[in-house]
């Protein structure tokens, strides 16, 4: 099945450690995508990438940091400079950048910090 | 910054009864798109829109874009018990706009 795929799906984090959210396509895509979602305030965008070893920030990206070494992975790493990180964590994928083409979300993480 | 802003915040209908949810930008969009969420699950893709005053309609669920580019509209009929969960519009900002900037959304209620 082509797909996205996030992981881990449900993640709890003490204050002040980092953590890693996985995500994997076989959507042979070029772009990707991290959104949080907070209820109520849709999805804001973290980081994107159209390419491999290639990325930007979006509208959020304080105390986050990605990577994308590969066409298929693009993890997100949620640094103990998020000042507040618990939240729905979406990651996207689209054929290309370009201002056209729908979005392929994953099942989400949720990370919660206790 | 720039936003798409997305009303109601949240509406209760009774099953058969009709549902809309408007989203407006400040700036001219490239073009829309609408998202549905069910409930506990992650958005999935519905349609896009590109032309001014496009209408495109799936089934029950009827979507415009406005003539000047700047709002849209998703208007179900007939609502049912599976339409429940939260519509995103996301609309790409100016001309070569390259992300999607995503409404607040809204979530529907449907009782039977």
Known sequence: DGGITQSPKYLFRKEGQNVTL???????????YWYRQDPGQGLRLIYYSQIVNDFQKGDIAEGYSVSREKKESFPLTVTSAQKNPTAFYLCASSINGANTGELFFGEGSRLTVL | ??????IPQ???VQEGEDFTTY?????????IQWYKQRPGGHPVFLIQLVKSGEVKKQKRLTFQFGEAKKNSSLHITATQT???????????????????????????????
Not at chain 1, 22 to 32: P, T, W
Not at chain 2, 23 to 31: A, G, I, K, R
Request: contains cysteine; neutral net charge; hydrophobic residues 30%.
């Open chain 1, 22 to 32: 996985s995500c994997e396509q076989n959507l042979n895509h070029d772009a990707m």
């Open chain 2, 1 to 6: 910054g720039q936003q798409v802003m997305q």
């Open chain 2, 10 to 12: 949240y509406q209760h």
């Open chain 2, 23 to 31: 989203c407006n930008s400040s700036t001219t969009l490239s073009n």
């Open chain 2, 82 to 112: 599976t339409d429940v969960g939260t519509y995103f519009c996301a609309g790409r900002l100016g001309e070569y706009g390259n992300k999607l900037v995503f409404g607040a959304g809204t979530i529907l209620r449907v009782k039977s």
